[in-house]
């Protein structure tokens, strides 16, 4: 493979043509099981720009954990160079698994060395061919560098993987490679060191993302946060559809406002809107530290609703029924000895519909699956996955109990809101359901998520309006509402501005 660079050209555009050239050579199955997207240089650009800001010493060590092509190292280092306070040493450290951007790396490494000694500034490099996360810089944990750039890879690990047994302080359930680059990079910065990563959005919020997210809060300030709207637009040159952020901090500093951006993609970076907001207005006092964004064209949060689920005396449970474990119960027809089973296609927005004969819509009663039933009491039905192009992110049903049995199944895909040892009444859920289907909602779940699952874990987060609220709305509110009927309903009730003027995050307590 034949790698072009010049030190006349621009080193980061150089570098991406390389790398993409590199992983046009191989398969997509391939390049996805390596989880291996090279960085565009106008979004390279973007994140270098902030995150050299204020480095200011005479010599200054740059990490690149996945190096790729080095577009991130180029950028950082012409950054430097076209900054006011240019250093006159730069170490460049560059991990990377894939022997076959090696070369190239060499290549990027020269030509910037070259375009360094012409501004009098020394470059040092070294080019490891090494897992990042199985080396003694990552398995040390010492403070080594003062800035740190990256754009990991993402893919699901096993719970053996020995990356996975290396970085366990930063494990919670299933892990993802990305979360633990981010996590091991936050102790390898000396005090003051930058940090700049971008990802998939999904660290900020879950439970599987929660030790990522109290390592990097207990090493980290958050100075920025960027969201790209779109979900392939930034990397338009790869097959990704990822919700992305850019993620800046910075070691051990004092805390200060966080600057929150968003473009739609590449092309828009330079007009994004910015709004500086509290850390204490985004990222939740509670052991998850989930963070929420909101959007930077709209007002700062505020602190309207104040109570929560368990005040309430309701639980946001998981649907127990999981059809391969439950096949033998299920049936297609109405037996003696069934009760009516929802799925996911059950439920609409304010509807239940069932029956619909097109699943397995009937489970048998027997002692084996007892278990697995509930009490046919009111609750409230949520779908916990919802379609991409839905307008909204949660679909909830009221359910008033009135289908036949003393007992009902729930599917796995399913969260269901009940209150053990007591009963919702009817208003409850008709209020509850309203709430949930509204825009208002939809808006916190988008700035909470940047997936489409409406985890259980992220429901019990949600702030939520008083018990005489939730009941006036649910009086008000009628069957089969449209949304737009529904959201004035919920602002009436609740004294908040229609979508059009809402703050995305007035629902942050």
């Known amino acids: 493979m034949l790698f072009e660079f010049s030190t006349n050209a621009d080193s980061a555009n150089q570098a991406y043509a390389n790398g993409i050239a590199a992983t046009r050579s191989i398969p997509k199955a391939e390049q996805k099981a390596l989880g291996q997207y090279m960085t565009p240089p106008a979004i390279a650009e973007f994140m270098a720009r902030r995150a050299v800001q204020g480095l200011g010493a005479a010599t200054i060590r740059i990490l690149e954990p996945a190096a790729g092509s080095g577009v991130l190292a180029a950028t950082a280092i012409d950054a430097l160079l076209g900054s006011a306070d240019t250093p006159r040493r730069i170490e460049l450290l560059l991990h ?16 910037l060395k070259l375009k360094c000694a012409a501004r009098g500034v020394d470059l040092d490099y070294v080019v490891a061919n090494e897992d990042f996360l199985l080396s003694a810089t990552a398995r040390e944990q010492q403070p080594l560098v003062d800035l740190v750039i990256s754009n990991p890879p993402y893919f699901k690990l096993g719970k053996l993987d020995p990356r996975v047994t290396a970085h366990s302080y930063s494990v919670w359930g299933q892990p993802n490679i990305y979360g633990l680059f981010m996590a091991a990079c936050c102790g390898l910065l000396r005090a003051g060191g930058r940090y700049c990563f971008i990802t998939p959005r999904s660290w900020m919020s879950g439970p599987y993302f929660s ?13 920025a946060i960027h969201v790209f709207d779109s979900r392939c637009a930034h990397f338009s040159g790869d097959e990704v559809l990822q919700e992305a952020a850019i993620t800046w901090g910075t070691a051990r500093a004092q805390e200060g406002p966080i600057a929150i951006s968003s473009s739609y993609g590449a092309k828009d970076l330079d007009t994004a809107l910015v709004q500086h907001l509290a850390p204490s207005l985004l990222v939740s006092p509670l052991s998850e530290r989930v963070i929420r964004l909101p959007s930077p064209a709209k007002p700062a949060p505020s602190s309207k609703l104040t109570h929560g689920f368990a005040s309430h005396g309701l639980k946001v449970s998981t649907g127990p029924v999981v059809a391969f474990r439950a096949a033998a119960f299920l049936r297609h027809e109405e037996a003696i000895d069934s009760v009516p089973l929802l799925w996911l296609q059950h439920v609409k927005a304010m509807a239940i519909e069932w029956p619909i004969k097109k699943k397995r819509e009937h489970i048998s009663v027997r002692a084996q699956n007892a278990w697995m039933l509930l009490k046919n009491e009111p609750m409230v039905i949520l779908r916990r996955f919802s379609p991409k192009e839905d307008a909204r992110r949660v679909t909830a049903a009221p359910y008033f109990g009135d289908l036949p049995g003393s007992v009902i199944g729930i599917e796995n895909h399913l969260n269901y809101i009940s209150r053990p040892g007591g009963a919702m009444s009817a208003k409850e859920v008709a209020g509850l359901a309203a709430f949930l289907n509204s825009q208002s909602v939809s808006e916190y779940f988008q700035a909470v998520s940047g997936h489409t699952q409406v985890n259980a874990s992220d429901l019990r987060l949600l702030p939520l309006p008083s018990l005489t609220e939730l009941e006036q709305i649910g009086a008000l509110v009628k069957p089969h509402s ?10 009436q009730v609740l004294d908040l501005p229609l979508a059009s003027e809402r703050a995305l995050d007035s629902l942050h307590a």
Do not use: F, T
């Open 96 to 111: 990377e698994i894939d022997e076959r951007l090696i070369h190239g790396l060499r290549h990027v490494c020269e030509a």
């Open 482 to 491: 449209p949304p737009e009927a529904i959201d004035e309903v919920v602002a």
């Open 211 to 223: 030790a990522v997210r109290r390592h990097l809060l207990a090493h980290l300030r958050l100075d």
